[in-house]
Nanobody, 126 residues
Framework: QVQLVESGGGLVQAGGSLRLSCAAS????????MGWFRQAPGKEREFVAA????????YYTDSVKGRFTISRVNAKNTVYLQMNSLKPEDTAVYYC???????????????????WGQGTQVTVSS
């Protein structure tokens, strides 16, 4: 079982930046891929970005490509989501999740992520 704790959310103006962090414990960090998801009010949770255990394979949803960057530092058991050029439509609770495998293939499926953090709120004002 993997325990995940997100941090770094907050309130930012449109065009601004935030960096989310997710600290993991409980299993060898490099042995599983990681993902970020988000859920806006009244909407279903959606995929944002994912990274393989080695950090060499990345996936992004189309709406964040070129603005968000997922990365990981296995020595620190931490995955990051750098969010630039934020838009009001990026407002959501952001969750990190641990995949069941170190590799990840598209399309990314939420059902393949076995452990989830509690979420961190990101609010982008216009």
């Amino acid at each position: 079982q993997v325990q995940l704790v997100e941090s770094g959310g907050g309130l930012v103006q449109a065009g601004g930046s935030l960096r989310l962090s997710c600290a993991a414990s409980g299993r060898t960090f490099s042995s599983y891929a990681m993902g970020w998801f988000r859920q806006a009010p009244g909407k279903e949770r959606e995929f944002v970005a994912a990274i393989s255990g080695s950090g060499t394979t990345l996936y992004y949803t189309d709406s964040v490509k070129g603005r968000f960057t997922i990365s990981r530092v296995n020595a620190k058991n931490t995955v990051y989501l750098q969010m630039n050029s934020l838009k009001p439509e990026d407002t959501a609770v952001y969750y990190c999740a641990a995949h069941s495998d170190d590799r990840i293939r598209g399309p990314v499926r939420q059902a393949d992520f076995a452990s989830w953090g509690q979420g961190t709120q990101v609010t982008v004002s216009s």
